[in-house]
């Protein structure tokens, strides 16, 4: 009853003090002299102070009337402005926007300095993605955009990394950021990783196999591998593109689950490909890759790498053929011989990048792209394993934050990078 009381008696209330004082004007046109309207309004200037001698509302049918009519006048009136109301911003006509100030932002700086992302000179954001007020938490992802020798490696890059509060993976076209920065990074224990495609012969060891444990990353991982390796051009008949992933995922899972540890990277992928021999005149014909599948289906016939294998047995000698083709050119760049030293085995360890303080440099010509997709693949892999790591086994948060950083990322077919290099890593070290 209260609600209701609320809802219907409580808003009309003012409209009962119209209606009395319209009756008071109703009373004291009533008791006026005279008998037509003018005369009895001139009267009312000498009724009007008699009229409000009392509190009650006159009950004469004039009185009455009057204060009815008076009412829903002003009801009406009332209710046609709110139908008709429009918000008005009073000298806001050209907009509100002005140049913060400190205490704009200083709910978004951490007071301890190392723990921000350094945005200018003097406004800074805290790398607490989860501060005590939530509706101060920012996201901080940065795009710095400015034309070469604008000042995105000095004023931005080098900055953030002088903060040394993160891991870091970077990328740098010019290649100045290593040798400024490098020194520094492992004198405050950070474990220094720089991966070189420009000369192979300068970088530390990468096994993308490494990182496969299930059959879930084998499909990923292939998935990566053919996504970083299509270049620029339009892929063809996608046919092709699922039967080389048939056959891919075959072997990889093959090298993985069952081959010795030291066999376990691209260069036996490549091997297993090119002793794939294929003979379109006879459908029997068993290569030595075709005797290694039926003895693992005779010891395991539901094994993952077998049950790919059949599918991709279900092709005829020339399409088998044209598949291996297709293959054969996709991995042809791992065929090179400093190529195959650099991926024989594992040091950059992506998926422990956010355990501890690490910085990952990549090294990559921005003349020459050939070697691009070997970055991309890295960066691929790594966005996976870190989530998974995060949610697998810290409980959806790493113990230390990563960020990715240069001038460009790389991106499938598309990267840019450095020339130059720190020259006190070489092959095999570890900072």
């Known amino acids: ?75 009406l009136l009332i209710q046609s402005k709110i139908r008709q109301a429009k918000k008005f911003r009073r000298d806001a006509e050209y ?72 891991s870091y993976v970077v990328v740098d076209p010019k290649g100045g950021t290593l040798d400024q920065c490098g020194r520094f990074l492992q004198r405050e224990k950070y474990r220094v990783r720089v991966f070189n495609s420009i000369d192979f012969s300068k970088s530390m060891h ?107 047995k279900l092709a005829s000698g020339k399409t088998a053929k044209s598949i291996l083709i297709s293959c054969g050119a996709r991995l042809a760049p791992f065929d090179i011989p400093q190529l195959r030293e650099i991926m024989s085995y594992d040091e950059l360890e992506l998926d422990k990048l956010g355990d501890e303080k690490s910085a990952l440099f990549f090294l990559i010509s921005d003349t020459d792209t050939t070697y691009n997709f070997l970055v991309a693949l890295a960066f691929s892999q790594m966005f996976n394993l870190l989530c998974e790591r995060a949610d697998n086994t810290y409980g959806g948060r790493l113990p230390t934050m990563c960020g990715c950083c240069g001038t460009r990322l790389p991106t499938p077919g598309r990267c840019r990078g450095w020339k130059r290099l720190w020259p006190s890593f070489a092959p095999g070290r570890s900072a």
């Open 1 to 75: 009853m209260s609600d209701k009381i609320r809802k219907y008696v409580l808003p009309n209330l003012p409209y009962l003090f119209v209606f009395w004082f319209f009756s008071k004007i109703g009373t004291a046109y009533r008791i006026a002299p005279g008998t037509d309207f003018g005369t009895k309004l001139m009267g009312m200037l000498d009724t009007f102070p008699k009229a409000f001698e009392t509190y009650w509302p006159g009950l004469g049918g004039i009185d009455l009337l009057v204060g009815l009519a008076g009412a829903a006048g002003v009801y």
């Open 95 to 166: 907009g509100t926007a002005r140049f913060g100030t400190k205490e704009d932002i200083k709910p978004f700086v951490d007071p301890k300095f190392q723990n921000n992302v350094i945005l200018t000179g003097t406004e800074f954001l805290t790398m607490n993605t989860r501060p005590k007020i939530p509706a101060n938490a920012r996201n901080l992802n940065a795009c710095v955009i400015g034309s070469s020798g604008s000042g995105k490696t000095r004023f931005w890059l080098t900055p953030q990394l002088l903060q040394a509060h993160s």
């Open 206 to 312: 990468y096994n993308p196999l490494a990182y496969i444990k299930t059959e879930s990353d084998v499909l990923k991982f292939v998935t990566a591998l053919i996504a970083n390796t299509k270049g620029d051009g339009k892929e063809g008949d996608e046919f092709w593109t699922k039967a080389e992933t048939l056959l891919y995922c075959a072997l990889v899972a093959y090298i993985v689950f069952e081959g010795p540890e030291e066999e376990r990277n691209m260069n036996t992928l490549v091997e297993m490909i090119n002793s794939m021999e294929v003979r379109e005149d006879d459908e029997t014909f068993k290569n030595a890759v075709d005797y290694m599948f039926d003895g693992l289906e005779r010891r395991s016939p539901q094994h993952f790498a077998v049950r790919q294998y059949k599918k991709y």
